[in-house]
């Protein structure tokens, strides 16, 4: 009896792997395709976020120059001020 069930376990497993190994297969390959679109789509996620960080340094950049601009623009105001008053 036990030889019977080794033979029919053997016998599916052997049908699993050649004849229902299409299946195998198929979903193999339909595995390997949604891997690459989500490698793709990780790449453009990636670039996306690298663009995002070159953009948001060039906006830390100009947010500092106009920050100097506005000290020494508030810095001549004062001077000017000062020149008038003097002059009263």
Do not use: C, P
Not at 8 to 31: H, M, S
Not at 51 to 65: F, G, H, R, W
Request: cysteine-free.
């Amino acid at each position: 009896m036990t030889a019977l069930f080794v033979v029919l376990g053997y016998l599916i497993a052997y049908w699993q792997f050649t004849g229902g190994g299409e299946n195998i297969r198929e979903k193999l390959k339909q595995v390997t395709l949604e891997n690459q679109v989500l490698n793709t789509k990780i790449i453009q996620v990636e670039r996306q976020f690298q663009i995002e960080q070159a953009a948001q340094s060039n906006l830390t950049k100009e947010l500092n120059n106009v920050q100097d601009e506005n000290i020494h623009i508030k810095e001549e105001l004062v001077f000017y001020k000062q020149m008038l008053n003097g002059k009263k």
